[in-house]
């Protein structure tokens, strides 16, 4: 890489191990939030088994993703790795078309996670609507949620202007205020013995369910929203470039963050369906936990909950904040976003591509919804997860790449379990949230997010137009450097003869 080229986009410090890459994820577990009252709709009590089995789909996939992060330690996480597999070298004509794959799949990825900034803003603000009737009689929850996102996007951003370790301890300080009441909350309803197993086994799967078409593809639009929060594990990998020893210290992050997901995905919606029953749920779709907190602690309880809920919700918008400023970062510095997104400042924060984003999502608060930000930007992640799968597979097979090191390596003939889930996720997985859009909430989601994911193809043409330009620039200023450097070998010699 040239030095310009350094200046321009700026390197990614390797400043953290697996603990702090843990903690930075923990906010993951946290995504269960705005779908524990979702799923239950439409599978009933079998959502804890969705749950479970869409926390096992992410181990096989981020098993995938910890040999690329090991054998790609240079590159941020999903984003980089497609970027990098599918660029071809050698290409004739004037784009690369296998860049823009691989450009277009990070672009997927960044949508995916950029938009839980807006969503978890206009939940904060819900709550605290309802929590303070006096903010209630001064502020809309629009206003609320507007205000939240301002305070919330800039905190996380002054915090993480000074790089990534100290993101790390943010996360924390956060994880001890979320995750451990939390548990706390889901393992009490368990000792209190409020949980109430008939609650589960008398309503399994709803009264009208068949294994139609219909239900099949709806069943398909389940996993693909489920693999939004419960798969979302694998971003402990995106900070590849920042581990000190990225061989051990990716796929010990991605283990333990992988393990305690599994927990408490299914303990969670075990534990509120097991107290309210799937119609109770249902009752409260958005924020299921508070009768639970009711029902186990009293009102005080649901004060507590609520207020763990805001805290849960910050990590989870920092956890996300890093996340797609990384891969924002990681397109930059491959030509595939304008250069200009790639510039970190002198602690190797991209700090660019993090102001880009807080504004992107105060303009998604505006949508004021947060169930269609979700459903479009699952049609953006499960895009990411299945080309990037595709890209592990030609990463095994191709010349280019089969004979790198690997310090982490999934298991034998693992090729095929990513082409299976690659294959689940695309198309499978497309086609059922696209169609479980189309029931809920119409199509005014699905719209955005493919035009969302559409606006790439002309924002990649400018960035390919930048990069010849740069070179050209930067061949000219060499022909002028060596044109000079000939004169100057002359003149001594005119010199002397003369």
Same mark, same amino acid.
């Given at each position: ?9 700026g ?11 843990m ?27 969705v749950?479970?089995?869409s926390?096992?789909q ?23 790795? &497609? ?10 004509g ?20 950029s ?12 709550y ?9 009689e001064?502020?809309?929850e629009?206003q ?33 205020l ?12 368990? &000792? ?38 419960a !798969? ?9 470039? @920042? ?9 010990k ?7 305690? !997901? ?8 075990? &534990? ?13 779709p958005?924020?299921?936990?508070i ?21 849960a ?83 095994k ?6 004979d790198? @090191? ?40 699905t ?6 994911l559409?606006l ?5 043409f ?21 044109? &000079? ?10 010199e002397?003869?003369?």
């Amino acid at each position: 890489m040239s030095e310009n080229r350094l200046e321009e986009v700026g390197h990614l410090k390797r400043s953290i191990d697996w603990k702090q890459g843990m903690a930075i994820a923990l906010g993951v577990p946290l995504l269960i939030l705005p779908s524990l009252g979702y799923l239950p709709l439409y599978m009933s009590a079998a959502a804890i088994v969705v749950w479970g089995l869409s926390v096992i789909q992410g181990f096989m996939q981020s098993a995938a993703y910890a040999e690329m992060a090991t054998t790609f330690p240079k590159v941020s996480g999903l984003p980089g790795f &497609a970027q990098h597999i599918f660029r071809n070298e050698n290409y004739k004509g004037k784009y690369d078309k296998g860049k823009l794959i691989g450009g277009f799949t990070a672009w997927s990825y960044w949508f995916g996670w950029s938009p839980i900034l807006a969503i978890f803003a206009i939940l904060v603000g819900g709550y605290l609507h309802g929590l303070f009737p006096v903010l209630g009689e001064t502020f809309t929850e629009y206003q609320l949620a507007l205000i939240s996102g301002v305070v919330i996007f800039s905190g996380v951003f002054a915090v993480n202007w000074f790089g990534l370790k100290d993101g790390a301890m943010l996360g924390y300080i956060l994880a001890a205020l979320a995750l451990i009441p939390l548990i706390v909350l889901t393992v009490a309803p368990f &000792a209190t013995g409020h949980v109430d197993l008939n609650n589960i086994t008398g309503n399994w799967l709803p009264a009208d369910w068949a294994w139609d078409l219909h239900h099949i593809l709806i069943l398909l639009g389940i996993f693909a929203i489920a693999q939004w929060s419960a !798969c979302a594990w694998e971003t402990a990998a995106i900070y590849g470039p @920042e581990y000190k020893n990225p061989s051990k210290d990716v796929p010990k992050a991605l283990l333990a963050v992988g393990i305690i !997901c599994f927990l408490l995905f299914v303990l969670v919606q075990t &534990a509120v369906i097991g107290v309210l029953g799937v119609d109770g749920v249902l009752a409260e779709p958005v924020s299921p936990l508070i009768p639970v907190a009711q029902a186990v602690f009293g009102e005080a309880g649901a004060l507590v909950t609520i207020m763990m809920l805001i805290f849960a919700m910050i990590l989870i918008i920092q956890t996300a904040y890093l996340g797609s400023s990384r891969a924002m970062h990681s397109m930059a510095t491959e030509g595939n976003l304008p250069r200009v997104l790639g510039k970190t400042n002198r602690h190797g924060t991209p700090f660019v591509a993090m102001l880009v984003i807080g504004i992107f999502n105060l303009v998604l608060i505006s949508m004021g919804n947060a169930a269609a930000i979700l459903a479009a930007s699952a049609i953006g992640y499960t895009l990411a997860n299945g080309i990037s799968l595709f890209a592990y597979v030609r990463a095994k097979s191709h010349p280019n790449f089969a004979d790198l @090191e690997r310090p982490f390596k999934a298991p034998k003939n693992w090729k095929r379990v990513a082409m299976f889930f690659g294959l689940f996720n695309v198309p499978l997985g497309l086609v059922g949230v696209v169609y479980l859009n189309s029931l809920e909430i119409g199509w005014a989601s699905t719209w955005v997010g493919f035009i969302v994911l559409a606006l790439y193809i002309p924002i990649w043409f400018y960035s390919q137009h930048e990069s010849r330009r740069s070179k050209n620039r930067a061949a000219t200023a060499a022909a002028s450097d060596l044109d &000079a450097d000939g004169d100057d070998r002359l003149t001594p010699s005119v010199e002397v003869s003369s």
